[in-house]
């Protein structure tokens, strides 16, 4: 799926102001159209790839302050899906949002939408893995670590830069923690066409072995997250058998512990044969 596409081609002549001021990110301005234009009319916009209004701006990252705004005034928007089966929260994880976002989502209509699946059916907990991983391949790229290693041999101190990536790390930490809460099965839910599960996406980036051995670390912490999820729906269903007087068959164990994924060093970073199952 690409990457905002609905401020491209194919919107609807009508309104078109609203999406270049998600574009620019204008929410003050947003703000005060939306709160002088019809509810009725703003539930009924569809824009490009059939995506509504509140889709477009939390795929812009609008702030709380227009998502609860949006919310309030289109309430149905959250489960509503564009042509290619994604929700507002989908798209919101794919192209970079926050966990306040992500949580007011949630709430706002239960969790619903964290278990709506697109129609390849991939979950919004895949686009935040993938987001996740993704980034940490931009920031931390073999290339990239070497310039930062160099440049901590005169400082002691992380720059700024250093700490606004581990910042971005950990909010989107959050989020696939949240997601996992919320709907836990998410993480044993395979895709269509490439038939992977969010577990896999930490699997499938190592296997590049293109990232450093901070950026190893990081990708291991996603994993962490999503094999501990793992863990507690498996103990629930062992729960459940021994309950029913069922056997439990061990090929329902979990995933491979993370502890097992061997981060390389900076010499040789060659993945080892242990790691994700």
Not at 98 to 103: A, F, G, Q
Request: net charge negative; hydrophobic share 35%.
């Amino acid at each position: 799926m690409a990457k905002l596409t609905v401020f491209k081609d194919g919107v609807k002549k009508n309104h078109t102001h609203l999406i270049h001021l998600c574009k620019a990110g204008k929410w003050n301005a947003l703000i005060k159209v939306i709160r002088s234009t019809p509810r009725a009319v703003l539930q009924e916009l569809t824009f490009s790839s059939g995506l509504n209004l509140f889709a477009i701006a939390v795929s812009a990252n609008a702030p709380e302050e227009v998502v609860r705004e949006l919310l309030t005034l289109c309430p149905e928007s959250t489960v509503e899906v564009d042509q290619y089966g994604a929700t507002p929260l989908h798209l919101a994880c794919l192209n970079g949002t926050t966990p306040e976002v992500v949580s007011m989502i949630c709430q706002h209509d239960n969790g619903q939408s964290a278990r709506i699946l697109d129609k390849d059916d991939s979950t919004p907990l895949h686009n935040a893995v993938e987001y996740g991983c993704m980034v940490i391949k931009k920031r931390h790229g073999k290339k990239t670590f070497a310039d930062v290693e160099s440049k901590s041999k005169t400082s002691s101190m992380p720059s700024t830069s250093e700490n606004s990536i581990l910042s971005e790390h950990r909010e989107y930490l959050t989020i696939i923690k949240i997601l996992c809460d919320v709907h836990p099965g998410q993480v044993h839910v395979a895709t269509k066409n490439a038939q992977d599960t969010p577990l896999d996406i930490p699997h499938v980036v190592l296997l590049c072995n293109d990232v450093s051995r901070e950026g190893h670390e990081r990708i291991c912490e996603i994993y962490s997250v999503l094999r501990e999820t793992s863990i507690k729906i498996w103990r629930e269903k062992k729960r459940h058998c021994e309950t029913a007087g069922q056997e439990f068959a061990s090929s329902n164990a979990p995933p491979t512990s993370s502890s097992e994924f061997l981060v390389p060093s900076l010499a040789d970073s060659s993945l080892t044969s242990g790691g994700l199952e």
